[in-house]
């Protein structure tokens, strides 16, 4: 079991930047992929960004360019880097865990609010 601890949000302005944590419970080493999702009010949850074991990164088309997401393994922990960040990015933001075998987990969610 592995419990994933989000931090970071908060309110900023359009144009601003805000830097998410995940601190991991457990190592992080064995891990396939981390991920960071978000919701929107009335939205389904998408995939904002994710980094496989070996570092290979992917984005949401609309994150790219904006949006760094980056995982340090000794510290059991994933970050994401947001910048020029628009009020569309409003939303609680997730942290996400898969193994290969398929098993998840998620985090509580951080609120992140981007004030036009």
């Known amino acids: 079991q592995v419990q994933l601890v989000e931090s970071g949000g908060g309110l900023v302005q359009a144009g601003g930047s805000l830097r998410l944590s995940c601190a991991a419970s457990?190592?992080?080493?064995?891990?396939?992929?981390m991920g960071w999702y978000r919701q929107a009010p009335g939205k389904q949850r998408e995939l904002v960004a994710s980094?496989?074991?070996?570092?290979?990164?992917d984005y949401s088309d609309s994150m790219k360019g904006r949006f760094t997401i980056s995982r340090d393994n000794a510290r059991n922990t994933v970050y994401l880097e947001m910048n020029r960040l628009k009020p569309e990015d409003t939303a609680v933001y997730y942290c996400?865990?898969?193994?290969?075998?398929?098993?998840?987990?998620w985090g509580q969610g951080t609120q992140v609010t981007v004030s036009s």
């Open positions: 996400n865990a898969k193994r290969l075998n398929g098993i998840t987990y």
């Open positions: 980094i496989t074991s070996g570092g290979y990164r």
């Open positions: 457990a190592s992080i080493v064995s891990i396939n992929v």
